[in-house]
């Protein structure tokens, strides 16, 4: 499988187009988790995406202990991504349950997007902010991110650099600016929108990587 670094496609993606988000493993660029989503918003300030209850995405399994493959599951609540240019984070919202409540805002701490000609490569950064509908939050795997800060995996300048991004979220939250003002949990998808499902070279399309992952990940590339 080949890679490239910085040379993604320019084109923007039509309401309601079917793309893909892969998560890119740390090592050998491989793609891993991957998800379909349908396209809500496709500007120079905001990539919002949609995925459904029910849908199919690849995730990881561990069959044994030291070995892993991607295999399918179901999605299990409705959910809207909301990504933004250079931003090391992207914000979900979810509705679950009867009725279709609004219930989330998760804050998921992640390589800024990349585009590709299926949809977006990035990679997940372990530390997570829960959020209630009330604007209440909690950290969510703080213990297990400074663990790969403390431990080399991730470097420390990276981690401080997180740290950052982390801070300029809980500002948006605690001062109820975009997207947590209250306007989002009431979008509601097209009625004619079917379950988007996963394009067919979802695995074959070209990685595009991160161009700092050396930087941030040294325990992955030790001879870089």
Do not use: C
């Not at 493959?69 to 990504?83: A, I, P, Q």
């Not at 401080?160 to 998808?189: D, H, M, N, R, Y």
């Amino acid at each position: 499988m080949r890679d490239s670094v910085g040379a993604s496609p320019v084109r923007r993606f039509d309401v309601g187009e079917e793309v893909v988000v892969r998560y890119l493993t740390r090592v050998g660029s491989g793609v891993g988790m991957t998800w379909p989503y349908r396209v809500v918003r496709d500007d120079e300030e905001l990539v919002a995406l949609y995925i459904p209850t029910g849908s199919t995405f690849m995730r990881w399994h561990t069959p044994e202990p030291g070995r892993r493959e991607l295999v399918e599951g179901e999605w299990r609540r409705d959910v809207l991504r909301l990504m933004y240019p250079e931003k090391a984070y992207s914000i979900w919202l979810f509705w679950e349950g009867e009725g279709r409540p609004f219930t989330t805002y998760y804050v998921n701490f992640e390589e800024p997007y990349r585009r590709t000609a299926v949809g977006f490569d990035t990679n997940d950064h372990t530390l997570d902010i829960v959020v209630a509908p009330d604007l209440s939050w909690r950290w969510k795997d703080r213990e297990e991110f400074e663990a790969l800060v403390s431990g080399g995996t991730f470097s420390s300048e990276f981690g401080a650099s997180v740290e950052t991004a982390a801070a300029e979220v809980v500002q948006l939250i605690e001062s109820a600016q975009e997207p947590f003002s209250g306007v989002w949990p009431q979008w509601f998808p097209p009625e004619d929108w079917t379950k988007p499902v996963l394009h067919p070279h979802w695995q074959d399309e070209p990685p595009v990587v991160w161009e700092k992952r050396d930087w941030a990940y040294p325990r992955s590339h030790p001879t870089r």
